[in-house]
């Protein structure tokens, strides 16, 4: 099972939200770069990071710290974030993304969407974030009437390989992941699926750990790791296997 | 009915519902009567090769599982670890005995190569367009992708099983078939579309 660090762009600037506010956010670092290095080296065999501007405003606005950070790691990155079309897309894979995550836009036109699977395949991944189970859109700030488990067979129908979910009433509190919404999900759907929100400590890794053979494939960590609730070497070898 | 068999280990749940999506009622149980009155048997798997072996030992399913396959000929799939058992040893964690229904041995990937091997990736038939089809492969393209998570991987002594392979630093088995015995190193249950339609074909298998 995949650890993946998180990495929340805002300004320039290396943050935290939390349940995905745009007003609560928590400073971490200025050097969003040497944060993505600090990970690698400490193992990590994939980032993921988030441009928040892209994602409230719509539109790709930390563009060239993410190209600067996929340069100089070498793992893989997964990114979104306020894309919102096709070409833009292509432009982050031509830049070396290996995956960008869609949300939005998979919202807004299914035929898109299709085509977007179609094209792209496994370089792009569904991503479903939800509160109390409905899915929202545009930076978290729409709360849309359609049912997140709904939505990710639909992705799914449309060629969607991979999905992350992430519940944003755990995101960013340290509250600790909701497993029995990430269990539903993970049973249900026939794609891998990478979670995220909440997860705080060793033991929620090891819980979740349990839904590995189901398709659980990585968890996604961010306040917990800069906190220091979890300590990223220690989660490694919680998921490394035999 | 198809039998999912519980061991103890593993992708049951999402492997029922991913038949569920087909129309196709299992059931999961470690019941030998029930295995023994099955139309067709699945072994999911996910974990270690030692405690799978030992788990289906003590249960007693080993023997029953032979039976089933050699002489009643009953459709058998095996996913994943549930393949690897099939097989005669392993060196995952030392060296265990398999079920030893397959001749060869389950090894571990170089390590060039970053383990486990986790994604999607794809599929390239052994066989010619003359070759008898496969019928749980019927309507599964060539290069078709799946998705694969796992760090060992089988070697057959007799190729002719081999059905697909995959690259991963060299070419694996991606899948094995010898009469009513099918294999599959991927998890069809998590290969969205193509995954669910070879479970489709195995479930058509039962009902014959």
């Not at chain 1, 539109?59 to 894309?83: A, C, D, F, R, Y």
């Not at chain 1, 969607?160 to 990430?182: F, Q, S």
């Not at chain 1, 917990?224 to 919680?238: D, H, Q, T």
């Not at chain 2, 367009?129 to 078709?144: A, G, Q, V």
Request: charged fraction near 25%.
């Amino acid at each position: 099972m995949l650890i993946i660090p998180a990495i929340d762009i805002k300004e320039g600037r290396c943050v935290r939200l939390t349940e995905g506010q745009f007003e609560d956010v928590e400073i971490f670092s200025d050097d969003p770069l040497m944060v993505a290095v600090k990970w690698a080296n400490k193992g990590a065999m994939i980032l993921h990071v988030v441009d928040l501007d892209g994602a409230r405003y719509g539109k790709l606005t930390n563009i060239s710290l993410l190209e600067q950070i996929i340069k100089k790691v070498n793992i893989p990155v997964q990114t979104g974030g306020g894309i919102r079309n096709y070409q833009e897309v292509k432009n982050l894979i031509n830049l070396g993304a290996s995956r960008v995550i869609l949300g939005t836009i998979l919202w807004k036109d299914k035929s898109l969407a299709k085509r977007l699977f179609r094209d792209f395949s496994e370089k792009v991944i569904a991503g479903i974030d939800a509160r109390e189970g409905y899915v929202a859109i545009e930076g978290w700030q729409n709360i849309t009437s359609v049912d997140a488990l709904d939505f990710a067979k639909e992705m799914e129908r449309l060629g969607a390989r991979r999905i992350i979910y992430t519940d944003i009433k755990r995101d960013g509190t340290l509250e600790g992941p909701n497993i029995t919404n990430i269990e539903k999900m993970v049973k249900n759907v026939n794609i891998p699926l990478i979670c995220s929100g909440g997860i705080t400590s060793l033991d929620d890794i090891k819980k979740l750990k349990r839904l590995e053979g189901l398709g659980l494939e990585g968890i996604i960590i961010g306040k917990a790791l800069y906190k220091g609730n979890i300590l990223l070497e220690e989660a490694l070898k919680l998921v490394v296997s035999e | 009915m198809i039998v999912i068999i519980d061991y103890g280990m593993g992708n049951l749940k999402s492997v029922e519902n991913a038949f569920t999506k087909v129309g196709y009622k299992t059931v999961i149980t470690d019941d030998l009567n029930q295995i023994k009155k099955a139309s067709a048997l699945v072994l999911p798997g996910v974990g270690a090769f030692r405690d799978a072996i030992k788990s289906l030992g003590a249960k007693k399913i080993d023997k029953e599982l032979s039976e089933a396959i050699r002489r009643e000929g009953k459709p058998f799939l095996g996913i994943c670890l549930g393949m690897q058992l099939l097989f005669a040893f392993s060196e995952e964690g030392g060296l265990f005995k398999g079920l030893n229904i397959i001749p060869g041995r389950v090894k571990r990937f170089s390590s060039l190569v970053k383990c486990p091997h986790l994604g999607w990736n794809k599929i390239k038939f052994t066989h010619n367009l003359n070759y008898n089809m496969n019928p749980i492969f019927r309507d599964i393209l060539d290069e078709s992708y799946f998705y694969f998570v796992h760090s060992y991987y089988c070697e057959a002594d007799n190729q002719k099983i081999i059905y697909s392979t995959t690259d991963y630093g060299s070419a694996f088995p991606s899948s094995i078939w010898k009469d009513n015995l099918f294999g599959v190193q991927f998890h069809p249950e998590k290969s969205s579309t193509s995954g669910l339609k070879i479970l489709k074909n195995f479930g058509e298998l039962s009902k014959c």
